[in-house]
């Protein structure tokens, strides 16, 4: 009886598949689950097993990243929450599986390979214009709206990576087709727009450190000529720019200006200002603490809003508060004529909880800056972190040292990371409110809390010694996902969801094994 591999050619059906996982990446958990049990399933069917298994023993670089999978399930030997970590033994499969199937199968050709890419390339295209659409046509409140499908940080990401890509086919896969490097490189500064649209501090930072390692890097293989002088000039002009850039920011929004300095006491209407700038900080460049007449600015805005000035915002803030930083960041006194000159657009985004017209504005990395700004003086001041992403993650981060200190070895376990982090934030009385009493939101923290000095050095060996194995560690492809995923693990813990997961495990898995080395590496 023929085997069934002399029926069917699994070439064509594996790269359907894996054309699906890619679509899938920036928008459906359901479509990466149906996408990744196909080729397992066409893994499987395939058989030849005996072939497979000598592959796999051969791979010390896929017997390494099995290795890291491993270390999950020995994490169950000293947990006593089994529910969560069956879970997490569930989300993390990717990491076991897809290093099994692309270690053991037949290469993709080039061809093939750059397919894939393209494809992933125009899903995550679909997906930001798509989040344009959102932003052009709802109410937004907070960037994290623009990403209906996955999480922002887990866009941001696909959006680095296939950034990343799109410049390649751009400056060297189409180098002598001046349409297809228009269009690749109009998608990458598409990308780059879009994440300034979103406010991805995280994403810019992962593109500049990309970009300078790159150009550096360039730099060795450049003759002497203009080129390499515009590299040398970019390299030199880069840090300049941005430090400059940032001690403007800083100096515009917290040096008060000096019309703030002689006060008035009464508004045009005779009525008395209340005046304190102990409570109520600088922001954009003036005191919000001055020129407030509370009954004029009471009853203005409740002639205009159905919702009550002493009440709250629909992010549950209190809405006077968002209502004078709002008036502040407009330059308006905080009184009935103040209340005039606001635009019916500006009493929305109010109402929305939207405290700074700065953050209405579109591609403007000031916005995302400014809120910086205005957590650090939370932080300053003494109060709540809570609800602030940056700077809450200060207190994760203190959470999980914590932690560590009394599991440094072995760490908690597989189940019991969520369980030692309640336990933590109640023993240390923590200031955050039980709803912002996340995990660690650090990659490499999780894996330290979770299984100790000896699985973080797993972590990085798994990390960083596969891709030296292979000798992918330093072909275009490989080093920019590397250089993504690693900066991204620092503030967040990419590796303890499904997407996060599935993408890391996908593009480590199938740019180390999974295509023959060509010219384009």
């Known amino acids: 009886m023929k085997k069934l591999t002399s029926y069917i050619d699994f070439g064509k059906p594996y790269l359907f598949f894996t054309l699906a996982l890619v679509a ?25 097993f005996r072939q497979k298994y000598k592959d796999l023993i051969n791979s010390k670089a896929a017997l390494i990243l099995i290795a890291f999978y491993l270390l999950h399930l020995i994490g169950l030997l000293y947990t006593s929450d089994y529910e969560y970590g069956l879970k997490d033994i569930r989300i993390k499969l990717p990491l076991i599986f897809l ?14 390979f750059s397919l894939i890419l393209k494809v992933y390339i125009a899903s995550v295209l679909v997906a930001t214009l798509y989040s344009l659409y959102l932003r052009l046509t709802t109410d937004v409140s907070d960037f994290r709206q623009l990403s209906p499908f996955i999480s922002h940080i887990r866009l941001s990401l696909n959006v680095c990576l296939a950034l990343f890509f799109s410049m390649y086919f751009g400056a060297i896969k189409y180098r002598g087709k001046i349409a297809f490097r228009f269009f690749f490189f109009g998608v990458s500064f598409w990308f780059l727009m879009f994440l300034v649209m979103i406010e991805s501090i995280t994403g810019i930072f992962i593109l500049i450190a990309g970009g300078y390692i790159l150009i550096i890097y360039s730099l060795f293989k ?3 000529g203009l080129t390499k002088s515009l590299s040398v000039a970019i390299i030199v002009l880069i840090p300049i720019l941005s430090v400059w850039y940032f001690n403007y920011t800083v100096k515009h929004y ?34 919000i603490g001055l020129y407030i007449c509370e009954p004029e600015l009471r009853k203005a805005w ?12 629909e992010k549950g803030q ?24 606001m635009s019916a657009r500006d009493i929305r985004n109010v109402e929305m909880g939207i405290a700074n017209v700065v953050y209405t504005k579109n591609f403007s990395l000031n916005s995302r800056l400014y809120k910086i700004f205005w957590e650090y003086q939370i ?35 597989t189940g019991d990371v969520k369980q030692a982090f309640i336990d933590e934030y109640q023993s240390g009385k923590s200031v955050l409110a039980p709803q912002y009493q996340h995990r660690s939101h650090n990659q490499y923290l999780a894996i330290f809390t979770g299984f100790g000095l000896v699985g973080f050095i797993l972590f990085i060996i798994s990390l960083v010694y596969p891709a030296l194995l292979v000798k992918r560690f330093f072909t275009y492809h490989y080093f920019v ?31 180390l094994f999974a295509h023959d080395k060509g010219k384009n590496e």
């Open 481 to 511: 996902f590397w250089l993504t995923m690693v900066i991204s693990m620092l503030v967040e813990d990419s590796l303890e969801t499904q997407v996060g997961v599935t993408l890391f495990a996908f593009f480590n898995t199938f740019l």
């Open 318 to 341: 209190d809405l006077k508060f968002t209502l004078f930083r709002y008036m502040n960041s407009l330059g308006l006194r905080k009184d009935m004529d103040g209340m005039k000159a």
């Open 99 to 112: 290093p099994v199937v692309f270690a053991t199968s037949e290469k993709l050709r080039n061809q093939n």
């Open 254 to 287: 917290f040096t008060p200006k000096n019309s703030d300095i002689v006060l008035e006491n009464f508004t045009a209407h005779g009525n008395a200002y209340r005046s304190d700038t102990i409570p109520l900080q600088v922001e954009n460049g003036s005191w």
């Open 222 to 224: 450049l003759e002497k």
């Open 302 to 313: 409740n002639g205009r809003s159905s919702l009550d000035y002493d009440g709250k915002d």
């Open 24 to 48: 899938s990446l920036p928008f459906a958990r359901i479509g990466m689950s149906v996408a990744q049990f196909s080729i397992l399933g066409l893994w499987f069917l395939e058989g030849n």
């Open 379 to 413: 932080m300053e001041m003494g109060l709540n972190p809570g609800g602030h992403s940056v700077i809450q993650r200060f207190e994760y981060w203190k959470t999980a040292v914590r932690i560590i200190s009394k599991h440094f070895i072995f760490g908690v376990g």
